[in-house]
């Protein structure tokens, strides 16, 4: 059975659409008084429409790009992860460039900021070790 | 490892493109694939083999033993 690729172009302009939709829906929502059930609510549905896709992508990728993405996981979001544990308890430190001037100084905000951190060093470490591999294999 | 998928390739003038296209795979993996910077798992090896009609150890050539 062949299977039809999918275009990566489209891949990330509708991650980035509901990216975008689901972001502003919640911050008008926080606003305006949304009930936290329906902005829960959003957010899982716009979390299932993501996952969804990107398994009807990953289901049409061939074995090297399929390669390529496990490879980045592991050694690109690993990566992340272990810069970020370097960093983020140092910047936590600093009165300065804490991360509590950008995040806010409660303890649950910090909790958020830490996480998010976290995640976008381990997007940012995917991205290069994707970019890696598929330069060493030119 | 080793492989004679360019040259299989250029016997039959098919681009990078063409045989991606039969093997339902990328361009960008057929060039890895040729370049032998990329071993194919087990059922894309036997689909390679399929379409060339060639023995799989014809195509490919373990390092270790050449």
């Avoid at chain 1, 390529?68 to 592991?74: E, L, M, R, T």
């Avoid at chain 1, 990566?79 to 460039?97: K, T």
């Avoid at chain 1, 409660?106 to 996480?115: E, K, N, T, Y």
């Avoid at chain 2, 057929?30 to 799989?56: C, H, M, W």
Wanted: with cysteine; net charge neutral; aromatic share 10%.
């Amino acid at each position: 059975m062949t299977l039809r690729r999918p275009n990566l172009l489209v891949l990330l302009a509708v991650s980035l659409v509901v990216g975008l939709a689901t972001g502003a829906i919640l911050g008008f929502g926080d606003a305006s008084g949304m009930p936290v059930s329906v902005q829960t609510a959003i957010l899982g549905i716009s979390l299932i429409l993501a996952v969804g896709y990107c398994s009807w992508a990953f289901a049409r990728l061939d074995e090297a790009a399929r390669e390529a993405h496990k490879s980045a996981w592991w050694w690109g979001a690993s990566g992340g992860m272990v810069v970020a544990a370097l960093f983020i308890p140092a910047l936590l430190q600093g009165s300065d460039l804490g991360l509590g001037r950008i995040m806010g100084d409660q303890p649950g905000d910090l909790v958020i900021g830490g996480a998010f951190a976290v995640l976008l060093l381990q997007v940012a470490g995917y991205f290069v070790a994707w970019t890696a591999w598929w330069l060493r294999r030119r | 490892m080793k492989n004679r998928l360019k040259v299989l390739r250029a016997e039959r003038d098919w681009s990078q493109a063409d045989l991606a296209d039969r093997l339902a795979v990328s361009r960008q993996t057929v060039n890895a694939l040729e370049t032998g910077k990329y071993d194919p798992s087990l059922p894309l090896a036997f689909r390679i083999a399929r379409l060339f009609a060639q023995p799989i150890e014809d195509i490919f050539q373990d390092d270790a033993v050449a």
